[in-house]
C-alpha cells in the first residue's frame, strides 16, 4: 500500500499531483521538490544531511548544492515560509535540513517507511505500534483486514481525484500568412503586437519578416538573403537572437553540417528598416544550434562535438565560451530557455528513452525526469519542447500531434482543429497559438535515359513541372521503386491524410495500406520475387502483399527502417543500439536481430557479393558481405546524397552540377549519363533505360492563430 498524500500545519501534499493545497489554493510544486519534503517528513525534527537527501532523491546524478537550496527555497516558499523565520524547515549550517512542524500522514497515524520514487510505503513500524492482543486474533485480523479496506478506499480516491490535465481544445484557425514562399518557426514579440518568422525565398535562403497583429502590415526584417535558424527574442525583447549563413554556399560544411554563427538585429530598428545581421559569436569549427540570450549579452546554444551536442555558454563582454551541461551517455538534440524562472530545459535521448533535465542558469542540475510518452507514439519519437512564459509547461508538437510536457515527464495533448500543423508557439499573456500550415508538394516522374530533352508537362496547373509527373496530386509523394518481376511501381504518399504505401499499376494509383502509424513511412523494399513489400508500421517490421494483407512481426528492439531486403528470409534495418543507429540483419522466420556493427547508414544495397551503403554524411563506402569490418572503404569520386546501387553499377548525381553518373563497382570506372533539372535530382530506381525520379514541385506553407 502506497501513501498518496500527508500535511504539514494547513497544507496538504499531494504527491501523485505534484500539488500542495492550502485554503483551496493549488501550488503545483516540481516532483523532485517534494520528494526532498517528503523525506524530510519521514524524518521530522532530525537533520537530514545534504549527502542523504541527493543520494536518494537524485541517485546517480551530479547535483551541486545551491541547486538544493533553491529547492528549499522554494519549497519555503510554497508553505508560507522563509529563510530568515524557518518556521517549516530549518537549515542546519554546513550539514543539511530537518523539518520542524508537525506531520500528519492521511493514509496513516504512523510515519511511512522509506519511498523508491514520489510515493510512501507504510512501514513494519505501523503494525508495531497497535500490538496484536493473543488472547483476540480473530478480533485483531478483523479490524487489521477493515484498515486494509478503508486504506484501499483511501487510495483510490487519491488515484481518482489525481486526474491528468485535461485537453485543451483549439478550435478556431485564423490565417496570417499567405505567400508564394515558405514561412517557418512563428512567434510573437514579447508585447505581442507582432509575428516574426522566417519567409523562405529558396530551399535554404529567405529573410525575417513580421506582421504587426493590429494593422496586418508586413515589414521585412534582415537586409539580406540568408540562412536563418530558429530566432528567439532577448529577455526586453529590444533584440531578436538566432544562427545564421550568409548563404548556402557561405561556408563549406564541416562533416557536411553547416558551420553558424550567432546572429542579433535589434528589433525596433528592424521594423524601420532592413537590417544587416551582427554576427557575436563566430563559430569556429563544430556545428552551432538554436542560440538564446541570456542577460547581459550572454547566450546559450548547442554545439557539436565529439559525436554530440553539448550546452554551451558565450559571453560577448570577454569573448570567453564554457560547457554548461553535458552528458557522456545522454545525447542531447534540444534545449529552451525560461527568461522568467532562470532556467534550462535540456532534451535527450538514451536507450530509446527521452529525458527532460531542468537546470539552473549556472548548468547545474535542478531535476531529471524520463518523458513518458504516450502509447500512440513511436519510440523514435523527439520532442523539441518550448517554455510557456509563466508556466511549469513546455509546449511539443510530434508527429501524433502538440502536447502539453510537464517538468515530471507527463504529457497532455492538444486538440487541433487540422493536421498538417507544426511549429506551434505560445505566448504566456495570451490563450492563441501560432503554428505553420501547410505541405510539401513532391512528386514522381519517370524519364528515359536516352532523351536528351524533356519537356516539361503543360497545361492547367501543371506548367513549371520539371518533368511530367505520374499519380499528380498536391501531396507529397516519393521513394518509388519498381517491382521485381513486374511491372508495377510502389511509392509513399500522404495524399489520404496521412502516410501509406501506393501502387502505380496499369496507369492507376492504388492505396496498398490503409493502417494509422506512429510516424512518416521512411523507406521500404520489395521482396526478391515481387510479391511483398517491407516497412516499418508503428516500430516494428510489417509485410503486405499486393492485395493490401499486411503480417506484423516482433522484435526485440523497435525498427527505425527497413534499407533492403537481403535475401528470400531475411531484411537489412536499422535500430537503436547504446544511443547508436545500427544496421541488423532480421530473420523473418525467427524475428532475431544480427547486429552488423555498422552505425549512421542511411541507404544499403547488395550487389552480389558487396554491400554498398551511404552515412548520414552523404558517403558512399562498399564492402565485401561477411567481412565488412576488414574490408570496407570509401568510393571517393561517388557522391551519395542522391544515389543507388543495382545491376553491378552505382548510379549518383553531383548535387553542384545536376549530372548523373553510372559507376562499374568491378571495374571502378564511371560514365556520365544524362543532366537532372532543378529540383529534380532525387533518383529512387532504375529499370533499363528508365529512371524514377522523386522532384519538388511547391513547398507551401502559412503562419496560422488557433484560438480556442
Known amino acids: 500500500m502506497k501513501v498518496k498524500q500527508f500535511s504539514i500545519e494547513s497544507y496538504r501534499i499531494d504527491l501523485l499531483r505534484s500539488i500542495i493545497t492550502c485554503d483551496n489554493n493549488e501550488t503545483r510544486v516540481e516532483p523532485k521538490m517534494l520528494q526532498v519534503l517528503l523525506l524530510l517528513a519521514e ?158 525565398i529558396g530551399l535554404c535562403t529567405g529573410n525575417l519578416w513580421a506582421k504587426h497583429i493590429v494593422t496586418g502590415k508586413e515589414i521585412k526584417l534582415t537586409q539580406d538573403v ?128 527521452d529525458t527532460l533535465d531542468l537546470l539552473a542558469l549556472d548548468g547545474s542540475l535542478i531535476m531529471s525526469n524520463e518523458i513518458q510518452r504516450l502509447p500512440s507514439m513511436s519510440r523514435y519519437q523527439r520532442f523539441e519542447a518550448n517554455f510557456i512564459l509563466g508556466q511549469d509547461y513546455l509546449l511539443t508538437s510530434s508527429h501524433s500531434g502538440p502536447n502539453l510536457l510537464a517538468l515530471n515527464g507527463e504529457l497532455t495533448p492538444l486538440e487541433i482543429p487540422e493536421s498538417h500543423i507544426s511549429h506551434l508557439y505560445k505566448h504566456g499573456t495570451t490563450d492563441k497559438l501560432l503554428a505553420i500550415r501547410g505541405m510539401f508538394d513532391f512528386d514522381i516522374a519517370e524519364i528515359s535515359l536516352n532523351e536528351s530533352v524533356v519537356k516539361p508537362q503543360m497545361g492547367f496547373n501543371l506548367q513549371g513541372l520539371p518533368y511530367a509527373s505520374f499519380a499528380r496530386t498536391t501531396s507529397a509523394e516519393g521513394s518509388p521503386r519498381y517491382q521485381p518481376n513486374g511491372n508495377h511501381i510502389a511509392f509513399k504518399s500522404n495524399r489520404s491524410g496521412s502516410d501509406q504505401l501506393w501502387l502505380w499499376r496499369e496507369t492507376q494509383a492504388t492505396q496498398l495500406t490503409f493502417e494509422e502509424n506512429n510516424r512518416a513511412v521512411n523507406q521500404f523494399s520489395w521482396s526478391p520475387n515481387g510479391k511483398q513489400l517491407a516497412y516499418v508500421l508503428n516500430d516494428q517490421v510489417a509485410l503486405v502483399d499486393l492485395n493490401g494483407k499486411i503480417t506484423k512481426l516482433a522484435a526485440d528492439k523497435p525498427i527505425f527502417s527497413v534499407l533492403a531486403w537481403h535475401s528470400d528470409n531475411k531484411l537489412l534495418v536499422t535500430a537503436d543500439s547504446h544511443n547508436t543507429r545500427s544496421v541488423y540483419i532480421y530473420d523473418l522466420n525467427t524475428e532475431q536481430l544480427n547486429d552488423l556493427k555498422l552505425t549512421q547508414v542511411k541507404k544499403a544495397w547488395l550487389e552480389q557479393d558487396r554491400l554498398i551503403y551511404v552515412t548520414e554524411q552523404n558517403k558512399v563506402w562498399q564492402a565485401q558481405w561477411g567481412k565488412i569490418d576488414s574490408t570496407k572503404k570509401l568510393l571517393p569520386k561517388v557522391f551519395g546524397k542522391s544515389a543507388l546501387a543495382k545491376n553491378g553499377y552505382i548510379y549518383h548525381v553531383n548535387p553542384f552540377t545536376r549530372i548523373l553518373f553510372k559507376y562499374n563497382i568491378e571495374t571502378k570506372q564511371q560514365s556520365e549519363l544524362i543532366k537532372l533539372k532543378e529540383r529534380a535530382w532525387w533518383i529512387a530506381d532504375i529499370k533499363a533505360e528508365k529512371l524514377l525520379i522523386s522532384q519538388t514541385i511547391a513547398v507551401k506553407k502559412d503562419v496560422i492563430e488557433l484560438s480556442r
Open 43 to 200: 524524518n521530522q525534527g532530525e537533520v537530514v544531511t545534504h549527502q542523504e537527501i541527493m543520494e536518494k532523491v537524485w541517485p546517480n546524478v551530479q547535483v551541486v548544492p545551491n541547486a538544493l537550496q533553491r529547492c528549499i527555497t522554494q519549497l519555503r516558499k510554497a508553505l508560507g515560509d522563509d529563510g530568515k523565520t524557518q518556521r517549516v524547515i530549518t537549515t542546519q549550517a554546513r550539514v543539511g535540513y530537518s523539518l520542524a512542524a508537525k506531520v500528519h500522514w492521511h493514509s496513516s497515524n504512523d510515519a511511512p517507511a522509506q519511498p523508491e520514487s514520489s510515493t510512501i510505503k507504510l512501514n513494519d513500524h505501523a503494525k508495531a505500534s497497535a500490538p496484536e492482543p493473543k488472547n483476540q486474533p480473530y478480533k485483531s485480523k478483523l479490524i487489521a483486514l477493515s484498515l486494509v479496506v478503508v486504506l484501499l478506499i483511501i487510495a483510490a480516491f487519491s488515484r481518482q481525484s489525481a486526474k491528468p490535465l485535461p485537453t485543451v481544445k483549439y478550435t478556431k484557425v485564423k490565417v496570417q500568412t499567405q505567400s508564394d514562399q515558405h514561412e517557418s518557426h512563428p512567434i510573437y514579440s514579447n508585447d505581442g503586437q507582432y509575428i516574426v518568422f522566417n519567409r523562405h
Open 226 to 353: 540568408g540562412i536563418y535558424g530558429k530566432h528567439s527574442f532577448n529577455t526586453d525583447g529590444s533584440q531578436l537572437v538566432f544562427a545564421a549563413l550568409d548563404n548556402c554556399q557561405a561556408q563549406k560544411p564541416l562533416n557536411n553540417k553547416m558551420c553558424w554563427n550567432i546572429a542579433t538585429i535589434d528589433f525596433s530598428n528592424s521594423l524601420t528598416a532592413p537590417q544587416q545581421p551582427q554576427h557575436r559569436y563566430e563559430c569556429q569549427s563544430q556545428q552551432l544550434e538554436t542560440p538564446k540570450a541570456l542577460t547581459n549579452s550572454q547566450y546559450a546554444f548547442l554545439q557539436w562535438d565529439e559525436n554530440r551536442y553539448s550546452l554551451m555558454h558565450y559571453d560577448d563582454r570577454n569573448k570567453i565560451t564554457k560547457t554548461l551541461f553535458s552528458h557522456h551517455a545522454k545525447h542531447i538534440y534540444y534545449f529552451d530557455y525560461d527568461p522568467v524562472n532562470q532556467r534550462f530545459a535540456v532534451i535527450s535521448r538514451e536507450n530509446n528513452q
